[in-house]
């Protein structure tokens, strides 16, 4: 097989899996992730596909994702599950009702990734086609309507997508060939197309190719190129696009201040990346201390957090960030109001400090104000704000250590 088909990428002797899914190498019915494994010799360590095995006779889930105010679990099985505000119909479980514990959606199978807007939630299936459920208001489901919908639909302008990321009000998509699409919103140029049009329907974004991976802001888009380079366009009045301005831009330029990237992640108003070497880098807003630099001052280039080494996986929410580590601990920064640092506090961090209630992680993700983390047991774990059941533990009070969601 060759390595395009694989979407490998290589740095420092190490090959890293920066793209979620290969749908090249999945079985339909079976939805996989990837893990970074420390080696013996606990250097950086090696990428290698991870299946989330059945407990207990229950199907384990395989990856998660969050929204402004809800949790979607991808189960092995490829259906989706999700949970908590659904005013917009965002759960695809074709109702309007707030849900405390995980539902199923509708209008999807056979799903091998999960994503996120503000108020939309997306699912990539393993033929390589996107389908969106929830606010639509912008055109982000990219079905060519402006309806929202509460049952999952299929995007138009897209295949052969291999991952997919939410802003706020946009969607974007990976093709298999490195080129990056997007429908939605588009009024600060986050499409990347040239324009401030918004698109019903997906069109490619301009000045990126070679893209492995993909992340959205709340009105900027982040790419990954093979290189370990870093693009991003759209909003940058907090310097979130790292080209050392503070200048919208409506095509992708390149970031400045980091290279051998492996991952990439977008807040509202800040970007992350993970390097090849584990650390974790940022800009844009900082005023809660989400780039974890033990600054509350912003940045427009990339910046070294301190206090994580080791990571393999980053996440972000609205105003904080989180962290994966190779042995299996979560850690954080940034905002903690509602406890979304799971530290058992509700104070604001600016380097990172470990969470509780959750070891054993093997994937993060992170909604506006809670996080979100996937147990190597296939068992979802949350904390933060849970005013809408985003926690996914059947109550609405808000978690300042992580909490074990209930299985659907």
Do not use: E
């Amino acid at each position: 097989m060759s390595n395009t088909k694989r979407n490998f990428m290589r740095f420092a002797g190490i090959t890293a899996v920066v793209s979620i899914v290969d749908k090249f190498l999945l079985h339909p019915a079976l939805a996989q992730t990837w893990q970074k494994v420390a080696n013996p010799s606990g250097a950086s360590g090696t990428w290698q596909k991870l299946t989330v095995a059945s407990t207990t006779n229950t199907i384990g889930m395989a990856s998660v994702a969050g929204g402004n105010a809800h949790t979607v679990a991808l189960r092995s099985d490829g259906l989706v599950f999700a949970c908590g505000y659904n005013g917009l119909g965002q759960l695809g479980d074709n109702s309007t009702v707030i849900k405390s514990t995980f539902v199923q959606a509708l209008g999807i199978s056979n799903a091998v990734a999960i994503a996120s807007g503000s108020f939309h939630t997306l699912a990539l299936r393993s033929d390589g086609l996107v389908f969106a459920s929830g606010n639509n208001a912008a055109g982000q489901l990219g079905n060519n309507t402006t309806a929202a919908k509460s049952t999952f639909v299929q995007a138009l302008g897209i295949s052969n997508a291999v991952a997919i990321a939410g802003g706020s009000s946009h969607t974007l998509a990976l093709r298999s060939d490195g080129l990056v699409f997007a429908s939605g919103y588009n009024v600060n140029g986050q499409l990347g197309d040239n324009t401030t049009v918004n698109k019903l329907t997906f069109v490619q974004a301009l000045g990126i190719s070679n893209a492995v991976a993909i992340a959205g802001g709340y009105y900027h888009t982040v790419a990954l190129r093979s290189d370990g380079l870093v693009f991003a366009c759209g909003y940058n009045g907090l310097g979130q696009l790292g080209d050392n301005t503070s200048a919208a831009k409506s095509t992708f330029v390149q970031a400045l201040g980091i290279s051998n990237a492996v991952a990439i992640a977008g807040g509202s108003f800040h970007t992350l990346a993970l390097r090849s070497d584990g650390l974790v880098f940022g800009s844009g807003n900082n005023a809660t201390g989400q780039l974890g630099d033990n600054t509350t001052v912003n940045k427009s280039t990339f910046v070294q957090a301190l206090g994580i080494s080791n990571a393999v996986a980053i996440a972000s929410g609205y105003y904080h960030t989180i962290a994966l580590r190779s042995d299996g601990l979560v850690f954080g920064s940034g905002n903690n109001v509602s406890g979304q640092l799971g530290d058992n506090s509700t104070v604001i961090k600016s380097t990172f400090v470990q969470a509780l209630g959750i070891s054993n992680a093997v994937a993060i993700a992170s909604g506006g104000t809670h996080a979100i983390a996937l147990r190597s047991d296939g068992l979802v774990f949350t904390s933060g704000s849970n005013t809408n059941g985003q926690l996914g533990d059947n109550t609405i009070v808000n978690k300042s250590t992580f909490v074990q969601a209930l299985r659907p």
